[in-house]
């Protein structure tokens, strides 16, 4: 009888912490229907990055004037004329660097720092550069105010990756250059996949590398847009 007092007891406390929780966030169930709708309708099926979009409050990413669309299924303007990336886009490159818990992970364009986010939750470590002192600094102040230990950022070119901490289990590129950086080659550890925009301004592929035996193996995957990748000076890579 107490058990089945004290199971009693547990869904309760569970159902009311879950009402909660849901009533303090008014955009739960907005979050709910991003990742039916847009992710896992479009084949994203590993339930710790669906996971990971229910959890994370893109609304604390974007500008004020666009919380209203923080769950819609396009990229939004952030400061110094950069984007936060789509939903998708964000699950599906996540989605493709198959990350596991111990993984240490460098993303190059901090931006919004949405991206960095999602990759803190399911992984290790994550080392994020961004060019723009001003998005860096914002970002920052963000994982510090969301608790968020594991993300390392820094303010510079990230076509140089950070060799400091290579090499790196996964590699992410959130801006596009022309070609793929020789040195974020050079930072992938055996074994690491890297997934990054290559391109013009109109037409970009999505590239996914895999490092095996030295040697790596790359794939397009997906026709995108992104920003450029661009060096101190402004001019594209
Ligand atoms: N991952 C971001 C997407 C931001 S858009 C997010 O989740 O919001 C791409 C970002 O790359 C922009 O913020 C841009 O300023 C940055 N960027 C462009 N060239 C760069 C470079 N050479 N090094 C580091 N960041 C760069």
């Known amino acids: ?5 004290l199971s009693v007891c547990f869904i309760f406390m569970l159902v009311s912490q879950l009402s909660c929780s849901q009533k303090s966030d008014p ?9 039916e709708t847009q992710i896992k309708a479009r ?16 609304h604390k990413f974007v500008l004020p004037q666009y919380i209203p669309h923080a769950y819609a299924d396009s990229p939004l303007p952030i400061d110094e004329g950069q984007t936060i990336s789509q939903p998708y886009i964000v699950a599906f490159m996540t989605d493709a660097l198959d990350l596991q818990r111990t993984d240490k992970v460098l993303e190059i364009g901090t931006g919004s720092g949405y991206q960095a986010a999602i ?12 060019i723009f002192e001003k998005l860096g600094r914002k ?4 994982f510090d105010e969301l608790g968020y230990e594991n993300i390392y950022t820094k303010i510079g070119d990230g076509f140089k990756g950070w060799p400091e ?14 070609d793929i950086p020789e040195p974020l080659k050079m930072q ?17 592929e999505l590239v996914l590398l895999k490092k095996r035996k030295g040697k790596l193996r790359e794939e397009s995957v997906l026709p995108v847009r992104f920003v450029p990748l661009i060096d101190p000076e402004g001019k594209k890579y």
């Open 1 to 5: 009888m107490p058990v089945r007092i």
């Open 27 to 35: 955009f739960f169930a907005l979050r709910n229907r991003m990742v």
């Open 43 to 58: 084949g994203i099926s590993d339930e710790k990055v669906l996971q990971a979009f229910r959890n994370l409050e893109r």
């Open 119 to 130: 990759l803190a939750e399911l992984c290790d470590s994550v080392f994020t550069i961004e």
């Open 139 to 142: 970002a920052r102040e963000l």
């Open 165 to 178: 901490h290579a090499p790196f289990d996964a590699i992410i590129v959130t801006a596009a250059p022309s």
């Open 188 to 204: 992938l550890a055996e074994g690491g996949r890297m997934i990054i925009p290559v391109g013009g301004d109109a037409v970009q």
